[in-house]
């Protein structure tokens, strides 16, 4: 399997933001692109965000990052419940 750098896990997803896995921390109030891959349970989402926070995780080689959505995500259907 390829790894890139700018690999991230969705960890928690909200009308508002996401918070995500890095290899990677994110600089605080940096702005970014992203592409949630959704699969087979909706269309894929493109956006920006604003990181708020960004920690290391535990004792691990990742970080968290907590984004804010700077674009609306209001025109997306309901996220699923799994």
Known sequence: MNRRSD???TIDLSEHGIRLATRQLLPRDS???FILIAGEIM???EGTG???WAE???NTT???AG???TNTLASLPP???I
């Open 7 to 9: 690999d991230a896990w």
């Open 31 to 33: 702005t970014l692109s």
């Open 43 to 45: 269309t894929n989402i």
């Open 50 to 52: 604003r990181v708020i």
């Open 56 to 58: 290391h995780f535990r």
């Open 62 to 64: 990742l970080f968290h």
């Open 67 to 69: 984004v804010d959505f």
């Open 79 to 81: 996220l699923p419940c």
